[in-house]
């Protein structure tokens, strides 16, 4: 008898999109970003500064592998490659381990430019709740990042911790969100920030007999809280804007908006021609990283390293 294979609650499904409107051959510049996040990698691939294809996959343990299957996932419904791109900048967490890019730089600097893309000029806070850390970022009209701060406790208010909670309840991540919100009355936070800890406390909620949907309304608000603490830290400017995988769990969105005051622009593209694309809050850094890239080769600051 074959063994079943263990079921993966944590792991977000693995996404893949290419523009039906743009013929790549026809492009002059054509530029690529590469964010390898402790968590996830994105793949997102720009022809003339306009959105063209983008993948989303799991990090693994090889930095460079998940780089080049990143990017394999954005190309592999098209017949683009490597060759053809002028010019691709690797970000995130494993971003000097990208091996096809040309240049670095920073996740907070992507995310900002990623976020003014997606979400318009008139943003000027960013909160990007990654999987190892969260980043409260501030930023002109321009996407430029005036000031940031990052979070000082460990993965409890991150997208990894949230895994390691849904592995532990033994349900799908995407479903903590809308069952955070299936019950009569808001319960008291989880009070650990550590990860350990928080699970102790949660398997002892569940002992004393809290429901689940108690639990997960406990832990969403909990990393509401922790999120809220930051962003204080730093100021809240309106337009407010939430990047990275947390952005689409709405059991903590929401309840960071309530604590905040403040509610988070709506998920949708800026430029009225993008309304019938998808949109991931997750491509935000690579995003970012082929708007820069796109930029340099336009000003004549890298030189396109296209072979085909």
Not at 50 to 55: K, N, P, R, S, T
Not at 247 to 272: F, H
Not at 276 to 288: C, K, N, R, S, V
């Amino acid at each position: 008898m074959v063994e079943e294979a263990k079921k993966e609650f944590w792991r977000w499904p693995e996404g893949i999109w290419v523009n039906p409107h743009i013929d790549w051959k026809q492009g002059k510049i054509i530029t690529a970003g590469v964010d390898v996040g402790s968590v996830s990698s994105q793949g997102v691939v720009l022809v003339d500064g306009e959105l063209y294809a983008f993948g989303s996959t799991r990090t693994g343990f090889d930095s460079p592998d998940s780089a080049r299957k990143a990017l394999n996932i954005a190309l592999v419904q098209t017949d683009l490659t490597e060759d053809n791109l002028d010019c691709c900048i690797g970000t995130g967490y494993g971003r000097v381990n990208v091996p096809m890019a040309q240049r670095t730089i920073t996740e907070i600097a992507c995310h900002a430019r990623g976020a003014h893309f997606m979400y318009g000029p008139e943003v000027r806070t960013i909160m990007d709740m990654g999987g190892q850390d969260c980043k409260a970022i501030n930023c002109d009209e321009k996407g430029k990042v005036l000031n940031f701060m990052m979070n000082d406790k460990c993965a409890a208010g991150t997208g990894r911790g949230i895994e390691v909670f849904a592995d532990l309840m033994q349900v799908p991540v995407w479903e903590i969100g809308p069952r955070s919100f299936q019950i009569e009355e808001e319960p008291e936070m989880i009070s650990s920030t550590c990860v350990v800890f928080a699970k102790s406390e949660v398997v002892g909620l569940l002992e004393q007999g809290v429901s689940e949907n108690k639990v997960m309304a406990a832990y969403c608000a909990a990393m509401a809280h922790r999120i809220m603490e930051l962003l204080q830290r730093l100021g809240v400017q309106e337009k407010f804007v939430i990047t990275g995988g947390i952005a689409k769990n709405e059991g903590v969105v929401k309840r960071l908006e309530k604590e905040l005051g403040i509610k988070t622009a709506e998920k949708a593209w800026y430029k009225p021609e993008y309304k019938d694309y998808p949109f991931d809050t997750q491509i935000a850094g690579a995003l970012g990283a082929a708007l820069f890239a796109e930029a340099m080769v336009s000003k004549g600051k890298v030189e396109s390293v296209r072979k085909a």
